[in-house]
């Protein structure tokens, strides 16, 4: 299975100078969890997420609204592209530990993204999968391994 017949392709984006109150309002009528943060030329430069937004939110003594993507973003973007098998889609976000990636066209610019969402209603535990049960559990449990011990409240 090719990570086209599952991506969104029809999805929002922001500049690096959009602020997060701005980013956040796209979440919500998206109903998504990130949004892709792409130059002029419509490369891909970031992805902010909805806990960027709100630890920042947080943590700053400013309103979202004059906080900007670019200051919370994450620049190190691993991505796919749409002809991308669904294994390779996989291993990029067990590796890089990221529940979405940008999909890229030819010309490397943003043409949807991929989400683990969109693979989890695929995933089966059966010989010959379009997305292998045990792969997404593994690629899973990768993501979401703790880095660092958490601190007692």
């Known amino acids: 299975m090719k990570v086209k017949e599952l991506a969104a392709f029809d999805l929002k984006s922001c500049s ?11 979440m919500w009528d998206c109903d ?3 949004v892709p943060v792409m130059n002029e030329d419509r490369k891909v430069v970031g992805m902010v997420t909805d806990r960027d937004i709100c630890i ?3 943590t700053r003594a400013a309103r979202p ?7 919370v973003m994450s620049g190190d973007v691993a991505a796919c592209r749409a ?6 889609a996989l291993k990029t976000m067990k590796e890089r530990r990221v529940r ?9 610019q943003l043409a949807g993204i991929i989400s683990m969402n969109d693979l989890v209603m ?15 559990l593994d690629t899973l449990k990768a993501i979401c391994a703790h880095t660092r011990e958490a601190v007692p409240a």
């Open 16 to 26: 690096p100078d959009t602020d997060l109150a701005t980013a956040a309002k796209i």
């Open 32 to 34: 998504c969890g990130v």
């Open 56 to 58: 920042a939110a947080a």
């Open 65 to 71: 609204s004059d906080i900007q993507v670019r200051d």
């Open 83 to 88: 002809d991308d098998d669904i294994h390779t």
């Open 100 to 108: 979405r990636l940008p999909v890229l066209d030819r010309e490397q």
């Open 122 to 136: 695929r995933a089966e535990c059966r010989a010959g999968a379009d997305v292998p049960g045990e792969t997404f």
